[in-house]
């Protein structure tokens, strides 16, 4: 199943927050297990959601994390000095910090070349659909929402645009091509 953009945007924010989680085990901070335990409880729900199957590789590691909290130490780490149960908890979750930012990455990579390759169509279009008038013929006071239907409208009717216009289509879906040209003519 291809990511939608609102999909891949949601999974970029939380993917955003992992610096600080690593700022939180660099400080030392106590409460570096629980960001991650809510961390990765954040990465189930929006895979979940989204009906991603990875979702219970999340999960999986949020259990090897939670038996991190009750003492078990897995193979996979080892702790310096003696294994306190907070070197326990850290060592793992630091584990699995790493292998979901990893997933999630796997997950939207695909997709991120396919959303350049789309913001670049869309600002072509925008740049030819400008010179040919077609923006400001659209232009009339009307919503938001109607101007950008009636810019994609005209554009795939444009016997000059159609045909990148159905690539674009062909990339990212009809919903998120309205999503691209909105952006292009934004900026």
């Not at 796997?106 to 600002?123: K, M, P, T």
């Not at 016997?159 to 990339?171: E, F, R």
């Given at each position: 199943?291809a990511?939608n953009?609102?999909?891949?945007?949601?999974?970029?924010?939380?993917l955003?927050?992992?610096?600080?989680?690593?700022?939180r085990?660099?400080?030392r901070r106590s409460?570096?297990?629980?960001?991650?335990h809510?961390?990765?409880?954040?990465?189930?729900?929006?895979l979940?959601?989204?009906?991603?199957?990875?979702?219970?590789?999340v999960?999986?590691?949020?259990a090897r994390?939670?038996?991190a909290a009750?003492?078990t130490?897995c193979?996979e780490?080892?702790?310096?000095?003696?294994?306190?149960?907070r070197?326990?908890?850290?060592?793992t979750?630091t584990?699995?910090l790493?292998?979901?930012?990893q997933l999630l990455h796997?997950i939207i990579?695909e997709?991120?070349n396919?959303?350049?390759?789309a913001?670049?169509?869309?600002?072509q279009?925008?740049a030819?659909?400008e010179?040919?008038?077609i923006?400001r013929?659209?232009k009339?006071?009307?919503?938001?929402?109607?101007?950008l239907?009636?810019v994609?409208k005209?554009?795939?009717?444009?016997?000059?645009?159609?045909?990148?216009?159905t690539?674009?289509?062909?990339?990212v879906?009809?919903?998120?091509?309205?999503?691209?040209?909105?952006?292009?003519?934004?900026?």
């Amino acid at each position: 199943m291809a990511l939608n953009l609102v999909q891949v945007e949601e999974i970029s924010a939380l993917l955003q927050e992992v610096p600080r989680l690593v700022d939180r085990l660099e400080n030392r901070r106590s409460d570096f297990w629980d960001g991650v335990h809510t961390w990765l409880k954040q990465a189930e729900n929006i895979l979940e959601n989204n009906r991603l199957p990875a979702v219970s590789q999340v999960a999986a590691c949020r259990a090897r994390l939670l038996q991190a909290a009750r003492g078990t130490q897995c193979g996979e780490i080892t702790v310096a000095g003696k294994p306190t149960q907070r070197k326990i908890r850290d060592a793992t979750a630091t584990m699995v910090l790493q292998r979901c930012n990893q997933l999630l990455h796997e997950i939207i990579a695909e997709r991120q070349n396919v959303f350049q390759e789309a913001d670049r169509l869309a600002r072509q279009l925008i740049a030819v659909a400008e010179a040919n008038g077609i923006i400001r013929n659209c232009k009339n006071n009307s919503p938001h929402q109607a101007f950008l239907q009636c810019v994609q409208k005209s554009i795939g009717a444009d016997p000059n645009l159609v045909g990148v216009y159905t690539h674009l289509v062909a990339l990212v879906g009809k919903v998120d091509v309205l999503i691209f040209l909105d952006r292009a003519i934004v900026d």
